[in-house]
């Protein structure tokens, strides 16, 4: 996991959370907790996106290396 997050998601994902914990208790359970919390769950759903992202990077990757191997060996074969 720690190859798909750099260090500036990981202090963004810290200082979200801290913000988040910080507004339940200086606000209170009233009604702006909604605000807040739907604040917070769009910041994981775009650590989430980008981690997928990464994710989906590194296995197109792998096979296009696949594909680029495959095709220097058919290559050498026939010569």
Same mark, same amino acid.
């Given at each position: 996991?720690?190859?798909? +997050?750099?260090?500036? *998601?990981? @202090?963004?994902? @810290?200082? &979200? +959370?801290?913000?988040?914990?910080?507004?339940?208790?200086?606000?209170?359970? *009233?009604?702006?907790?909604?605000?807040?919390?739907?604040?917070?769950?769009? !910041?994981?759903?775009?650590?989430?996106?980008?981690? $997928? $992202? !990464?994710?989906? &990077?590194?296995?197109?990757?792998?096979?296009?290396?696949?594909?680029?191997?495959? @095709?220097?060996? *058919?290559?050498?074969?026939?010569?």
């Amino acid at each position: 996991m720690g190859k798909h +997050f750099d260090v500036p *998601t990981i @202090i963004v994902i @810290i200082i &979200t +959370f801290v913000l988040f914990v910080v507004s339940l208790f200086t606000k209170g359970l *009233t009604h702006d907790l909604l605000l807040e919390a739907g604040v917070f769950l769009v !910041s994981v759903k775009l650590i989430m996106m980008g981690y $997928n $992202n !990464s994710v989906t &990077t590194q296995k197109v990757l792998k096979e296009l290396e696949e594909i680029k191997g495959s @095709i220097k060996e *058919t290559c050498q074969s026939k010569q």
